[in-house]
């Protein structure tokens, strides 16, 4: 696999961007993440054509469209901000971004929960930074994180989730259209998307079934959406207990009844959150192997996103 591009606010790549001359370099990102993907860096601030160091800034206003003013001189940076970032994004159309990991907590770049100040001087937590918000209009279906939320296993987890499967979508695009790749990729990730929501398992099921009724073009945007849609649900261990069960399903009977009693107690282990998805998923992968599960095997929900990060190994 190519590496899997992703926008991502300068500063945590580590260059000195910030309003005060520093940076805010996240190592996870650079050193962890930063192996398998390939960062497009965008600072709202410096690109709009503000200086290193420059003035701090804030949202202020109306939470739902605040303006965007510097602390101490009180300039008002919106419109400045606004239509580079109407232009940036038309840009960023061409980088085939999987997604895009903003700073939290920045008036420009942070994807939720930033402060917007009332005329009292007195903060509500309700605000999106500017860029962000255009982005996100912009890309409605993009998976984004920041890198405080990044810090919780889970919503790491679905991150990456999501990035990948976009990634190998974008491969199937890459190819000639046809219904036989659509297939090949859903069968693929059948499992997966069942561990995000049942529901549009049933829904993408359909939809690839009657492939015949629908012309080509439109399947692949409807079954894009709806894949995306998907993946933004996030997993529980309810859900992946019902996925290994549905799995276990495929070779139970090949399984001993020691085999059936063992993998059926930590399955039930995992879903009281006793331990780790990784374990039962070790175990099935083990069977699976030993039985030459064939449709099994190609499930990328066994294998989703490289071992190195570690993402399964949370309680
Ligand atoms: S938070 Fe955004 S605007 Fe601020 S320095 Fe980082 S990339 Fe630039």
């Known amino acids: 696999m190519d590496k899997i591009r992703l926008g991502i606010s300068t500063c945590l790549l580590g260059e000195n961007v910030r309003y005060d001359g520093g940076h805010k370099l996240d190592r996870f990102l650079t050193d962890t993440l930063g192996q398998y993907v390939e960062y497009v860096p965008v600072c709202p601030e ?13 949202l202020e206003g109306d939470p739902e469209s605040p ?9 008002d940076m919106t419109e400045r901000m606004v239509s580079w970032a109407k232009k940036r994004v038309v840009d960023l159309e061409k980088e085939g971004l999987c ?8 008036p420009s770049s942070g994807m939720e929960r930033i402060r917007v100040y009332n005329e009292k001087g007195m903060p509500v937590k309700k605000g999106v930074g500017m860029f962000a918000t255009i982005f996100m209009d912009h890309f409605p279906l993009l998976p984004v994180e920041d890198e405080g939320r990044l810090h919780d296993p889970k919503l790491r ?3 990456v989730e999501r990035i990948f499967t976009l990634k190998r979508w974008r491969e ?63 997993s529980t261990p309810k859900k992946n207990a019902n996925v290994l069960m549905h799995m276990m399903g495929y070779f139970k009977e090949q399984l001993s009844s020691d085999e059936k009693q063992e993998l059926l ?15 039962p998923i070790t175990l099935v992968n083990h069977s699976v192997r030993k039985y030459d599960q064939s449709y ?7 294998n989703p996103h490289p071992l190195e990060l570690q993402l399964r190994n949370h309680v």
């Open 46 to 58: 410096v690109e709009c054509g503000l200086s290193v160091p420059r003035e701090a800034m804030h």
């Open 67 to 75: 303006r965007l003013v510097t602390l101490r001189t009180k300039q």
């Open 99 to 106: 997604g895009f990991i903003f700073k939290s907590d920045s």
């Open 157 to 159: 987890e679905n991150f």
């Open 172 to 234: 199937v695009l890459a190819k000639k259209e046809s219904r036989g790749n659509l297939v090949d990729f859903h069968t693929q990730h059948k499992m997966l998307i069942l561990s995000h929501s049942p529901k549009h398992y049933q829904i993408m099921g359909k939809l690839v079934a009657q492939v015949k009724g629908i012309p080509l073009k439109e399947l692949y945007q409807k079954y894009q959406n709806i894949l995306m849609e998907a993946l933004q649900l996030k």
């Open 265 to 279: 107690e930590v399955i039930d282990h995992y879903r009281r959150e006793y331990i780790p998805l990784i374990v």
């Open 296 to 302: 099994l095997k190609q499930q990328v929900y066994l």
